[in-house]
Structure formats: structure tokens, C-alpha cells
């Protein structure tokens, strides 16, 4: 899972918003600790931020071209080694 920090801060303003008046006299204190409860809770769900979830995509989008190269790779090798084969026989 992922989390976009802005969405956090999204998140915690909502939360502040539904306060009702009078206490919103505490509201900045109050936003503040949302944010804290909210990034720890969302921590210990093993998310991910936006930027190590891209970098993770970009690894693995390099690792599948590589693969499909190397198994075109072994496709013509298989191939080359049939007609050797065909032409021994």
C-alpha cells in the first residue's frame, strides 16, 4: 500500500473541520495531533510513500524489459539449436 503525505494532511483537515466550535478554539493542537495518530497508525500498515512506491515501479518495469529481452534471447538460441539439430539429421 501507498499514501500520499498531502492526502494525510487532507485527511486531518477533515477530521478538524468536524470539530464542533467551541472546540475549535484548540482546533491548530488538534489538527496537529490528528496528523501524528494518523501517520503512526498508517505506518504500522507498512505503507509506502508515493515517491518509494514510483521508484519501486520504475525497478520493476526495468527487470520485465530485461526478462522479455533475455527470453527473445532464448527463443532464437532454442531456434538456432533446432535447425542444427533438423540439419544433423
Known amino acids: 500500500m501507498m499514501f500520499d503525505p498531502k492526502k494525510l494532511e487532507e485527511i486531518a483537515k477533515q477530521v478538524s473541520d468536524a470539530i464542533p466550535e467551541g472546540v475549535k478554539n484548540v482546533g491548530g493542537e488538534v489538527e496537529?495531533?490528528?496528523?501524528?495518530?494518523?501517520?503512526?497508525?498508517?505506518?504500522?500498515?507498512?505503507?509506502v510513500s508515493r515517491e518509494e512506491f514510483d521508484v519501486q515501479a520504475n525497478v520493476l518495469l526495468r527487470a520485465r524489459e530485461k526478462l522479455t529481452a533475455l527470453q527473445k534471447q532464448v527463443s532464437e538460441i532454442e531456434n538456432q539449436l533446432e535447425i542444427k539439430d533438423k540439419n544433423k539429421e
Open 32 to 47: 496537529r495531533k490528528v496528523k501524528q495518530i494518523l501517520q503512526a497508525q498508517l505506518q504500522k500498515l507498512n505503507m
